[in-house]
């Protein structure tokens, strides 16, 4: 839990410090404007809850040499969860972070959503027992999940790929000691990117999360983008294919029936006699220059660039960032989607964007949905629009 008053001067002062991560007393006065007295009570106080500590000394030309104080980011921690229609999985985390526990269950290991919840509040003890933390050092638990969330009423309002609708996620407040969050897995992994991914403090870029299904996060100055009704991102079901597949949402040609990671084993498995449920195999079956498996590949990569030249003519973004287990084999195939995407092109050049795989792999909207009690304790500016 969190009882620091945030606008008073120590609540600044530990904010400054998260934000900074180490400054001098004297620093610390300049930044927020009082004396360098009220600093070092505050400060004293910091340590004593254990938030911070004196490091050292800084240089200094003539004089006392000023101390140091530097944020500890094993102060608090916070946990994400991560829930699609194949697991659910748990983190732990640090202020920076920092995975300090990892669990995972399958979703047809429990009855229900009801029994998933309890799963995971089941795992949490497990977790806080194992790494002895204090469950009053846990600021909250985030849940990145898959659909159209409202994220003020914890609501999931309409999850297609698990058939779930207007669930509501305060009936489980009781389950957990700590505050609860909930956003949208490819809104969550976007907020990763920016706080500690490749593309961190980018302001214009469209994270795309390519799982069992597609979505995308969109940051636009800054800013992440939601739209009127938070549906905004739901780019997998931007239609690709005029009359083609038929998707769990009802239409025909959605992106995500052929730029999934579903899509793509669900393809290979109808043309092969070989039949494999993970993408390690199928790219371990690539690198044996399996015929079909080339071809789903290359039909794959159709897909991705096609709904991908879509995103840039709409968002004109900076950065776009390809994440999910798909990103991890980026160096098989990132050159030649590139080149499908710029192929025969008049709009835009090599130079207008950079497209790059994400450092953070599957771990993107885990350690986003962990990001979300984090940004609320430490006053980070909600940036919606």
Not at 311 to 327: A, K, Q
Request: proline share 2%; aromatic share 8%; hydrophobic share 40%.
């Amino acid at each position: 839990m969190f009882d620091i008053d945030q606008n008073s001067n120590k609540g600044k002062i530990l904010n400054l410090l998260y934000r900074k991560r180490e400054l001098t007393k004297l620093d610390i006065s300049n930044e927020i404007g009082v004396s360098v007295p009220t600093v070092i009570s505050n400060v004293n106080e910091l340590i004593r809850e254990g938030f911070v500590e004196e490091s050292g000394v800084a240089i200094s030309t003539g004089g006392r040499k000023p101390i140091i104080v530097s944020f500890l980011p094993n102060s608090r921690y916070a946990f994400g969860v991560d829930i699609n229609p194949d697991k659910a999985r748990v983190i732990l985390t640090n202020l920076d972070l920092d995975i300090k526990y990892d669990a995972e269950f399958l979703i047809n290991e429990v009855r229900d959503i009801d029994s998933a919840m309890k799963k995971i509040s089941e795992i949490i003890k497990e977790a806080l027992e194992f790494t002895k933390v204090d469950e009053k050092k846990v600021l909250g638990i985030g849940f990145s999940l898959q659909g159209t969330v409202d994220e003020k009423e914890l609501v999931l309002k309409s999850a297609i790929n698990i058939g779930i609708k207007d669930w509501n996620f305060r009936k489980f407040e009781n389950l957990f000691e700590f505050p609860m969050f909930i956003e949208n897995e490819a809104n969550a992994a976007a907020l990763a990117e920016l706080k500690i991914g490749i593309a961190k403090e980018e302001r214009n870029l469209v994270y795309i999360s390519v799982s069992s299904g597609l979505g995308t996060g969109i940051v636009i100055e800054g800013q992440l983008y939601k739209g009127k009704n938070k549906r905004a991102g739901e780019i997998g079901h931007m239609t690709i294919v005029p009359h083609g597949k038929l998707c769990r949402c009802g239409r025909k040609g959605c992106w995500e029936m052929y730029a999934s990671q579903k899509a793509l084993l669900n393809e290979f498995n109808e043309l092969s006699d070989t039949k494999i449920e993970k993408l390690e195999d199928f790219f371990k079956l690539l690198d044996a220059r399996n015929e079909v498996a080339e071809k789903c590949m290359e039909n794959y990569l159709d897909a991705l660039a096609t709904g991908i030249q879509n995103i840039v003519l709409i968002f004109d973004p900076h950065y776009i960032v390809l994440g999910g287990e798909i990103s991890g084999y980026s160096d098989v195939y990132l050159d030649r989607l590139k080149d499908k995407i710029f192929i025969k092109n008049e709009f835009y050049s090599r130079e207008d964007f950079k497209l790059l795989p994400s450092r953070l792999k599957s771990n993107s909207s885990i350690l986003g949905a962990s990001l979300l009690p984090i940004q609320k304790a430490f006053l980070i500016e909600e940036q919606v629009i």
